[in-house]
């Protein structure tokens, strides 16, 4: 499957976004997706999961109550709606999928998704 990142920009503090994930070369309802970023000069880091129906998300803490996962199989795209966005949301978002374990197992191993995207940078200024 291949991955299409978009919908990074400048926002300022406070402001929202929509990332999109559009994927081609295999039907989405195959895989867990999820959304990771990294910061400069961090180590890329868990942002969300879903399920494959899209019935269960799992988040980070730090985004938890902000960010919001979501799917369109029919349309083969993944979202993830960013609001209250904060300067330490500033990062590179990949969208990332995985056709052989649950979403529940990518909080704690954000970096074995199979399938990778681009990226999208995001830029929150304060």
């Known amino acids: 499957v291949q991955l299409q990142a978009s919908g990074g920009g400048l926002v300022q503090a406070g402001g929202s976004l929509r990332l999109s994930c559009a994927a081609s070369?295999?039907?989405?309802?195959?895989?867990?997706m999820g959304w990771l970023r990294q910061a400069p000069g961090k180590t890329r880091e868990f942002v969300a999961a879903?399920?494959?129906?899209?019935?269960?998300?799992y988040y980070a803490d730090s985004v938890k109550g902000r960010f919001t996962i979501s799917r369109d199989n029919a349309k083969n795209t993944v979202y993830l709606q960013m609001n209250s966005l904060k300067p330490e949301d500033t990062a590179v978002y990949y969208c990332?999928?995985?056709?052989?374990?649950?979403?529940?197992?990518?909080?704690?191993?954000?970096?074995?998704?199979?399938?990778w995207g681009q990226g999208t940078l995001v830029t929150v200024s304060s």
């Open positions: 070369g295999r039907t989405l309802v195959e895989y867990v």
């Open positions: 879903v399920s494959r129906t899209g019935g269960t998300t």
């Open positions: 990332a999928a995985d056709v052989s374990r649950t979403a529940a197992y990518y909080s704690d191993h954000p970096n074995e998704f199979d399938y």
